[in-house]
């Protein structure tokens, strides 16, 4: 059996198309299940010995016989393809698949879950993502549309249709929002305000760790003789389950932590074995990601209530510990590395403005070297900072 194109009922047969082995009659075969493979939806029928594989088909042949409304509309709806295409994202982490099948579910399904993709029209998506920005965050409609997306992207890979019309259409653009960044008494008030977590805190201001990889150390992740902390997993809350995995980018990474910290690291690992949490609750497991939404009582807002600072979230702290670091000399490739960051030029994207002191360093020293090489010229005095 392989994989054919029926015809629609009541088709004219018409005239025998040309094919390198021969010549082949149309005709309209008989279904007999559909089957989804992999990410490949995949249609097996009773094959005469004449039958043309959809791949050999000619490609006027499959405009002309709308092969994505034959084999994707009628006998494998948009719903079984799209279901598919979400599942078999294997490269996703949980924390990532769980947003992507929520999209599809809320806003994609409703609208494009009994669509034939053959039958998908651009003008018809531009509105639909149109009406989805007037109510929704820019977040939200760029991941819908880039469920649609794919399972249209998809289809054009497996030749269901010839081009992606969800493609081009215009999108609302997300507005990072802006960091908070504590200055170093800041960041210790906090920590002092917090109790039995202010450990916790320091770690995540001064060391950059995301609140996952923080949650899922173990004893033996912490190297106090060397002031190292080897961060080798992330534990994320994924409806309600601790799903622990590898960190962001799938790389181990060795972080350092300044003198300072060692006591309470030392006191917090004090007792325990190798393998028990470092952070941990009153049972030993994984600490549960706390709230700060307007009145939330959760204990790192009623810290953040108390040194009277604004609101901000945990990892929040992990831009404090970039701008501290910057801040004391560190370059743009020890500030990647110290956060996991999968290239240096990430690091500049996301914190541009904390770089803008070294472009200023970097005029005073160019001045102050032509000034010092440069003779037989009349300077004009540098400006005071």
Known sequence: MRAVVPEPPGADRGPPLDHRRGRARRYCSRLVEGLAVGRVVAVLVVEPEDALPVSDLPLEAQHRHELADLLLGRQVRGRGFAVVAVKTRSHLKPSSLRPVETAWRVHVEPTWGKVPVGRVQHSDVQDWVTELAATKSAT??????????SILDAAVADRRISTNRARGVKLPRKVSKEH??????????????????????????????????????RVRDVELERRRI????????????????????HKRRSVVFPAFLRPGLESAISGKDRDDLVFADDRGLHLRRTRVSTGSR??????????????????????????????????????QRMLGHASAAMTLDVYADLFDDDLDALADGLDHAARTVVVGRTWAEPPAH
């Open 230 to 249: 080897n961060v080798a997993v992330n534990a994320v809350e994924v409806g309600g389950i601790i799903e622990v995995g590898t960190p962001k980018t």
């Open 298 to 335: 959760s204990w790192f807002k009623t810290a953040l209530t108390t040194v009277g600072l604004e609101a901000m979230t945990l990892h929040d702290l992990r831009h404090t510990a970039a701008s501290l670091a910057i801040s004391s000399g560190a370059n743009v490739k020890a500030v």
């Open 180 to 217: 908070v960044y504590l200055t170093h008494q800041e960041l210790h008030d906090l920590a002092d305000a917090s109790g039995d977590r202010n450990v916790l805190v320091l770690v995540l201001g001064y060391t950059g760790l995301r609140w996952g990889e923080a949650i899922g150390l």
């Open 140 to 149: 939200v409609v760029l991941r819908a549309y880039g469920v649609l997306a």
